[in-house]
């Protein structure tokens, strides 16, 4: 049998029909960037979030991109992020000129963790005269990117006490967990919408994927939201007057018109892929291998939230994962390493002074973790595959 990582023609075929009508109405409209589409489905992720602002843009790296231009974050700033994340976290960072600040991860989530970012600000972070807070190489600490990772909430009850007592803003990354909530103060809060601003990534892959690039910012404050639609267009209000650089990041009528046929399935595909765990642990049980492999946390799964989990990726972990990968590939069984390095050791960061050995955590993750298929479609029988075949290789 032949299990990929992921299928996605399923939820085509079912959703063909409403999504070619969609696109033929954009064409027969000759209307493609940043119209009426754009707006509704804007409008869409507004209520779908419970934000008061919504901003479409190309991607989620033009997303967060567009949120540090919009907040004047540059050199001189530094920003924390998570060791383990993909590329786009720390490389946006980068990209405006400020410096990216690694934090090690809970070994149980592979999510920023609490303890150990509180322990940087107080014990490696000092007050300046002026009240900013500067890391030991001098730069002005500005904020938080906690980075929701494989559609699992940071705690984000300890990032918001941690970022009063320090002032930072918190910029939230929800590139893979767009629904996901949490237990926050009490209340649900969903991915992105707990910080000063937050993001997700609409890549085809994602849980709700474009046919191509697409991404959204989401934020409380009417002013930020004001700048980052200048910002999306090269600063520039009104036409051809231009306050502050920012950049072409629009979102184009296709891709806006085929994400509002598939947010309203989102839910239902979020609780398939949650079933799709469950079967997992169960077979995982059955066989015997919960010794042999370290399941995925479900930290809120009992606190009575639509969405404690949304499952963007399926995350195992084997200190024997490369060989474990190998068997799986032989079997036709598609698996993934998100991530083979932690940001602080990618060659392109070396300048930022870090070692092997910084984020214990992180690098442990990177060497153990391994992603199985998972969306919404996948058959028991599949999965039943996947497990024996996991099986056969621990016997
Ligand atoms: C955690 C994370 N941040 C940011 C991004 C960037 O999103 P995009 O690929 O839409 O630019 C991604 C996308 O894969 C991601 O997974």
Same mark, same amino acid.
């Given at each position: 049998m032949r299990v990929p990582l992921l299928d996605l023609s399923e939820q085509y075929r079912v959703l063909a029909e409403p999504i070619r009508a969609q696109l033929?109405?954009?064409?027969?409209?000759?209307?493609?960037?940043?119209?009426?589409?754009?707006? $509704?489905?804007?409008?869409? &992720?507004?209520?779908?979030? #419970?934000? !008061?602002?919504?901003?479409?843009?190309?991607?989620? /790296?033009?997303?967060?991109?567009?949120?540090?231009?919009?907040?004047?974050?540059?050199?001189?700033?530094?920003?924390?992020?998570?060791?383990?994340?993909?590329? $786009?976290?720390?490389?946006? &960072?980068?990209?405006?000129? #400020?410096? !990216?600040?690694?934090?090690?991860?809970?070994?149980? /989530?592979?999510?920023?963790?609490?303890?150990?970012?509180?322990?940087?600000?107080?014990?490696?972070?000092?007050?300046?005269?002026?009240?900013?807070?500067?890391?030991?190489?001098?730069?002005?600490?500005?904020?938080?990117?906690?980075?929701?990772?494989?559609?699992?909430?940071?705690?984000?009850?300890?990032?918001h006490r941690i970022s009063e007592r320090f002032q930072l803003d918190v910029i939230e990354d929800a590139a893979q967990a767009i629904g996901a909530e949490y237990p926050f103060g009490g209340a649900t809060g969903k991915a992105g919408a707990m910080g000063e601003a937050g993001y997700f990534s609409f890549y085809p892959s994602k849980n709700l994927g474009a046919a191509g690039d697409a991404g959204m910012v989401i934020c409380r404050d009417d002013a930020l939201a004001q700048r980052l639609r200048i910002c999306r267009e090269h600063g520039m209000e009104p036409r051809y007057y231009h306050h502050f650089i920012g950049g072409n990041f629009r979102l184009d009528e296709m891709q806006a018109a085929i994400l509002a046929v598939k947010l309203p399935f989102l839910d239902r595909w979020s609780a398939a892929r949650r079933g799709v765990a469950d079967f997992y642990r169960e077979e995982f049980k059955r066989l015997g291998l919960t010794h042999q492999l370290s399941l995925p946390a479900e930290p809120y799964r009992d606190r009575r939230l639509t969405n404690h989990h949304i499952y963007h990726q399926y995350v195992i972990r084997t200190p024997r994962r490369d060989a474990l990968r190998e068997h799986l590939t032989r079997k036709e069984i598609g698996t993934a390493i998100y991530y083979p390095l932690g940001l602080h050791e990618q060659t392109c960061f070396a300048s930022l002074g870090y070692r092997a050995g910084d984020f214990p955590e992180t690098e442990r993750a990177a060497r153990e973790t391994l992603a199985l298929p998972m969306y919404p479609e996948l058959s028991r029988d599949a999965q039943r595959y996947v497990a024996e075949a996991i099986a056969e290789f621990f016997t």
């Open positions: 033929d109405e954009v064409l027969a409209s000759q209307s493609f960037i940043l119209g009426p589409k754009v707006a $509704a489905f804007e409008e869409a &992720i507004r209520n779908y979030c #419970a934000a !008061p602002n919504a901003i479409g843009v190309s991607s989620g /790296t033009d997303a967060l991109l567009a949120i540090l231009m919009a907040l004047e974050i540059g050199p001189g700033d530094a920003i924390i992020t998570s060791a383990y994340s993909f590329f $786009a976290t720390a490389g946006c &960072i980068a990209r405006v000129g #400020a410096t !990216p600040v690694f934090v090690d991860i809970d070994p149980e /989530t592979y999510n920023i963790s609490p303890a150990a970012l509180e322990r940087y600000l107080a014990e490696s972070c000092h007050r300046r005269e002026d009240g900013s807070l500067c890391e030991p190489r001098g730069k002005k600490v500005r904020a938080i990117v906690p980075v929701h990772l494989f559609g699992l909430c940071c705690e984000m009850d300890a990032i």
